[in-house]
């Protein structure tokens, strides 16, 4: 579809696809009902290769990397982003500690992620865009990596999680996190200029109210490009050796896929980071 003017551009990515059957199935689930537009691919789970078949069939959607060195193993030998007894991926609090005292080595963050962008278009599927399991891409170190290694893999586009600061309504939860990322942002990135895609989701996750912060979202959001996080699937047992995110996937997807959001859906011209 091609832009106009006076119709604002969305694309709604579900990420961690490739993180459990379940959520594979659900993403798929809701892009065939017209709501999600674009994924998020973690190449480095046991359910990637469900995820590739899955997205194979469905060439209208979007995909990219949804970098991942927080849940499993690494593709290379990263010493640095590993535990070094059990070769598994630090934890989130302490990756994070890593990176703001100088533990990390921009070298194995470069070239981790190289090679999960290289596995996902070796699997046959573009690379439209690049973002984060839990955002980790914006912490010192890895921020710069991360860039590089998109910026050398030709791919345009690498999330800036940070919501306008426009006066709409947030929880505090959802307000905490986000003041968490602007400062994680800050410290790898000074003063650069945010990314022109407008971005959205974080108050969106957890509870039972998705619907209802959706809606009025939608509802609110200006003319230009926006990108809507979302996280819909199935909770099963595999996710839930992985992520304590589960039920919540649920009520997203029964949310994405219900009349009621895809009639607020129509205003936009939904589209993904591949069509920019």
């Not at 170190?141 to 030709?154: C, I, K, L, Q, T």
Request: charged share 20%; with cysteine.
């Amino acid at each position: 579809m091609d832009a106009t003017p006076d119709r604002p551009r969305l694309i709604v990515n579900a990420d961690d696809l490739g993180i459990a059957e379940g959520v594979n199935r659900g993403i798929l689930e809701a892009h065939r009902a017209g709501a999600v537009t674009s994924a998020s691919v973690m190449v480095n789970l046991p359910a990637f290769g469900h995820a590739v078949r899955l997205a194979s069939d469905a060439p209208s959607l979007g995909t990219g990397l949804h970098f991942n060195i927080l849940a499993g193993r690494p593709l290379t030998p990263a010493l640095s982003i590993v535990h070094p007894r059990t070769g598994n991926f630090h934890s989130f609090g302490a990756l994070v500690r890593r990176a703001f005292s100088g533990r990390l080595r921009f070298a194995d963050v470069y070239a981790e992620c190289a090679a999960q962008i290289a596995r996902l278009r070796d699997a046959g599927l573009a690379v439209t865009h690049v973002d984060s399991h839990r955002h980790v891409h914006v912490l010192p170190v890895v921020w710069p990596a991360v860039r590089r290694a998109a910026e050398d893999a030709g791919v345009p586009h690498v999330r800036v999680p940070l919501r306008p600061v426009d006066g709409a309504p947030r929880g505090l939860v959802a307000a905490a996190k986000q003041s968490m990322l602007a400062a994680w942002y800050r410290a790898a990135n000074g003063d650069s200029p945010p990314s022109p895609v407008r971005f959205e989701g974080i108050a969106l996750m957890g509870g039972d109210g998705f619907a209802r912060r959706l809606l009025p979202l939608l509802a609110a959001l200006p003319a230009g490009v926006t990108e809507l996080m979302v996280h819909p699937g199935y909770d099963d047992a595999e996710l839930a050796a992985i992520d304590p995110y589960r039920s919540a996937r649920e009520i997203e997807l029964r949310a994405l896929t219900s009349p009621a959001v895809l009639e607020a859906l129509r205003p936009f011209e939904l589209t993904h980071f591949g069509r920019l």
